[in-house]
Nanobody, 126 residues
Framework: QVPLVESEGGLVQSGGSLQLSCHAS????????MAWFRQAPGKEREFVAG????????YYADSVKGRFTISRDNVMATVVLQMNSLRSEDTAVYFC???????????????????WGLGTQVTVSS
């Protein structure tokens, strides 16, 4: 397991932007696949975006493609989720997740094996 600390979320108007950061231990960070998931009230936790540990390939849920961007900085041991054109349906608790030397697909398929942050609330007002 790796400790993951998400930055504070916030309240933003529909159409606005917000950036979330996830900070991890610098030791071996480059060997961890990283991802963001979210859980809206009354709904299951869902995958939002991920970035591979080898090559930095990015993956996105269809619902956020073109609006959200995930990136990683292996020197600073940080993964960033830039969220633009936010909608009310993006309102959720956002969780940072990590998986050692595995694929983003595996993180989605077997989320119980991920390391998780505590989550941060993002609220988009219409």
């Amino acid at each position: 397991q790796v400790p993951l600390v998400e930055s504070e979320g916030g309240l933003v108007q529909s159409g606005g932007s917000l950036q979330l950061s996830c900070h991890a231990s610098k030791v071996g960070f480059g060997s961890w696949a990283m991802a963001w998931f979210r859980q809206a009230p009354g709904k299951e936790r869902e995958f939002v975006a991920g970035v591979s540990w080898k090559g930095g390939t990015t993956y996105y849920a269809d619902s956020v493609k073109g609006r959200f961007t995930i990136s990683r900085d292996n020197v600073m041991a940080t993964v960033v989720l830039q969220m633009n054109s936010l909608r009310s349906e993006d309102t959720a608790v956002y969780f940072c997740a990590a998986r050692y030397q595995d694929t983003v697909a595996a993180m989605v398929r077997d989320p119980d094996s991920n390391a998780w942050g505590l989550g941060t609330q993002v609220t988009v007002s219409s």
